[in-house]
């Protein structure tokens, strides 16, 4: 009997686990250090109200080449038990490619990650921070940062690539120095988002459902995130995602985050001086946002230790968006069902 650990519940973790489901004759397991699914697909909720929520990270899917594209079965999925629905609200200066189509998840984008995590029928744990990996006695130990380490046969990481850098012990030693320059050669964006939260009944009185801004030095979207998903109810809150640039994200790394919501928030008052006082805030630092450069000569994943086995994947070995992700994950359990 197999003990499978997926460390990461994002896309990429979760649709890997939701394809192993059947191939693997034992237990797979998801860990992750947040408090719950979707990684940079995330979908922050109000305190006072949870069913006002915000899309921090990706924002809306938009298939490489359509439905009739690679992906296809795995929109057509999605859209028929409704966690996907076309994107209808106006987006300005949105830049549409003749023939696509975009999708957004009406109950927030984490939903999608849910979604495959159902799917995979696999035992998910989260506050699970992951540090050190060892090899004891041809399985993984795998420590965590509370409680006791536990033992696994294969070891899939999908975090994104400084973080595999970042873990300590036999792990180390085991990628070799080619690999270690490949690693290394990855880069990523980095920005802040916020959400803002507002009490039910109040009005956000907008032409625009989202919008690319390009005169700001700190904004570069905005998002009244209810209205991109068709939530428009007396009852439920509206809330709004602000998405930073790059140059700002990277500028803000390491800055008090008060003083970094503090000045979006003055950047936003000046872009849209209708906007209302919102009920609460919550400001969150992607420091790896998207994949600027992928790993070089990787596609899919890297094979780490063949035995026992230690793989890793995500969207630094292919690009950051939906079709990147299941790239990754389709191309990481195919190696893992070619050494059961
Ligand atoms: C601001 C922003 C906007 C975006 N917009 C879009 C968009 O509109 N459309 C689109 O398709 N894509 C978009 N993306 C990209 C998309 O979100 C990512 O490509 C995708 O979510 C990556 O998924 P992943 O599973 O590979 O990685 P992640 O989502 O990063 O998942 C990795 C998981 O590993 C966990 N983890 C990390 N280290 C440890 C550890 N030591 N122990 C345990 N767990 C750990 C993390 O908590 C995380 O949940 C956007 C991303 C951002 C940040």
Known sequence: MARVLVLGAGLTGSACAALLRGAVRGRVVVWDKARGAGGRMSTSRSARDAACSADLGAQYVSPRAGR????????????????????TAPIE???????????????????????YLKQSDADVFYEYHVTHIFLRDGKWEVSRKMGPPELFDIVILTMPVPQVLQLQGDIVNIINERQKQQLKATSYSSRYALGLFYEAGVCIDVPWAAKYITDNPCIRFISIDNKKRNIESPEIGP???????VTFGSEHLDSDPAEVQQLILNHLERIVPSLPKPASVKCQKWRYSQVTKSVPNCPGHMILHTQPLLICGGDGFTCSNFDGCIDSAMSLAEAVKSYL
């Open 93 to 115: 200066g949105m830049v549409e490619k003749e023939g696509s189509c975009n999708y957004m998840a009406p109950q927030g984008i984490s939903s999608v990650v849910k979604y």
């Open 239 to 245: 809330s709004v995602v602000v998405h930073t640039t």
């Open 68 to 87: 009739a594209g690679p992906h296809g079965s795995f929109y057509d999925e999605l859209l028929s038990h409704g966690i996907l629905k076309p994107l």
